[in-house]
């Protein structure tokens, strides 16, 4: 078992549509989440980080934590054509060490 | 890319000949990753740093190692290159030990 798995992809929504990505952890010693999205050829950016149950909510990005079922998502409101990217999710654990999972890539059609 | 430098950013070699990448910060970050990213594999990690001299292995370390003598520079070595690293490998630096990850603008490595 992987230790984060996201939801297998390709994932494509039309414009203006609620795109929704999940990922689920292995390590319930997992301390950090993290959410960041990469253009092709690019390095990763990060989009969002949450450290605690609940939501946290960051312009057309919301980030959901739900640490008893090991799971993490990210919302995408009013989805653009320049959101279209890999959207990586990424855990830490308590020693810092920082594991991803194999990313899911989001299409938004005009 | 918030002070990481990673060199070369390109570079082609030959099957068992011994590689070196370098990624420098200048932003005096503890924790140093390395990190190769391969199609269908997302971002997997080689070894990580959190401190001068501290290193520790990741999910796929086998066939690299790591040197950590200064606080801005992580070194990540090839011994003897394979096919099989042939890939895109990113640096990254963390804050702390629950701070997000800013990635340089990575290396790409083929092995012939």
């Known amino acids: 078992q992987k230790e984060v798995e996201q939801n297998s992809g390709p994932l494509s929504v039309p414009e203006g549509a609620i795109a929704s990505l999940n990922c689920t952890y292995s390590?319930?010693?997992?301390?950090?989440f993290f959410w960041y999205r990469q253009y092709s050829g690019k390095s990763p950016e990060l989009i969002m980080s949450?450290?605690?149950?609940g939501d946290k909510e960051d312009g057309r990005f919301t980030a959901q934590l739900n640490k008893a079922s090991q799971y993490v998502s990210l919302l995408i409101r009013d989805s653009q054509p320049s959101d279209s990217a890999t959207y990586l999710c990424?855990?830490?654990?308590?020693?810092?060490?920082?594991?991803f999972g194999d990313g899911t890539t989001l299409t938004v059609k005009p | 890319d918030a002070g990481i430098t990673q060199s070369p950013r390109h570079k082609v070699t030959e099957t068992g000949t011994p590689v070196t990448l370098r990624c420098h910060q200048t932003e005096n970050h503890r924790y140093m990753y390395w990190y190769r990213q391969d199609p269908g594999h997302g971002l997997r990690l080689i070894h990580y740093?959190?401190?001068?001299?501290?290193?520790d292995k990741g999910e796929v370390s086998d066939g690299y190692s790591v040197s950590r003598s200064k606080t801005e520079d992580f070194l990540l070595t090839l011994e003897s290159a394979t096919s099989s690293q042939t890939s895109v490998y990113f640096c990254?630096?963390?804050?702390?030990?629950?701070?997000?990850?800013?990635f340089g603008n990575g290396t790409r490595l083929t092995v012939t």
């Open positions: 390590d319930r010693g997992s301390q950090s």
């Open positions: 990254a630096i963390s804050e702390h030990r629950d701070s997000p990850l800013h």
């Open positions: 740093s959190y401190g001068v001299k501290d290193t």
């Open positions: 990424a855990v830490k654990n308590e020693a810092g060490k920082s594991t």
């Open positions: 949450i450290y605690s149950n």
